[in-house]
C-alpha cells in the first residue's frame, strides 16, 4: 500500500539555529546585563534625614524589586523563544531524516 502523505513541515535548520545563536541569545544576555545593573540594595540611610522619605524608599524598594522580576521574566522568555527555535530545527531534521550528527549538534546547543 503506497502512502499520499506528503510532508509539511519545512525550513531551513541553520537559518533557525543562526537566529537562536545571533537574535534570543543576545536579547537574553542583554536582559541580563540590564538586570545586574538595576539597584538591588537601596540605602535606607539616604532617606533617612528627609520627612516621610520611609514611604518613598519602601515605594521605590518595591519598586526596584518588581523591575527585577519583570526583567528576569523576560530573560526566561527569551530563553524559551531561542529553545522553540531550536526545537523546530529537531522536528525539521527528524522529518527530513537527516544526519543524526545535526541532531546532536542541536540537543548540544539546547543544552548550553
Known amino acids: 500500500m503506497s502512502s499520499n502523505y506528503e510532508r509539511t513541515i519545512t ?3 541553520d537559518d533557525l539555529r543562526s537566529d537562536a545563536d545571533e ?9 541580563l546585563e540590564v538586570r545586574g545593573k538595576l539597584p538591588t540594595d537601596l540605602p535606607a540611610s539616604a532617606f533617612s534625614f528627609i520627612p516621610g522619605a520611609d514611604g ?14 519583570y526583567v528576569g521574566d523576560g530573560e526566561i522568555a527569551m530563553h ?12 525539521i531534521i527528524g522529518t527530513e531524516q537527516s ?3 545535526d541532531i546532536v549538534a542541536i540537543r548540544e546547543q539546547l543544552n548550553s
Open 11 to 13: 525550513g531551513d535548520v
Open 23 to 31: 537574535v534570543w541569545d543576545p536579547a537574553r544576555d542583554r536582559l
Open 56 to 69: 518613598v524608599y519602601r515605594e521605590l524598594a518595591l519598586s526596584c524589586e518588581s523591575l527585577t522580576k
Open 80 to 91: 524559551a523563544f531561542r529553545d522553540a527555535v531550536l526545537w523546530a530545527a529537531l522536528d
Open 99 to 101: 544526519v543524526q550528527d
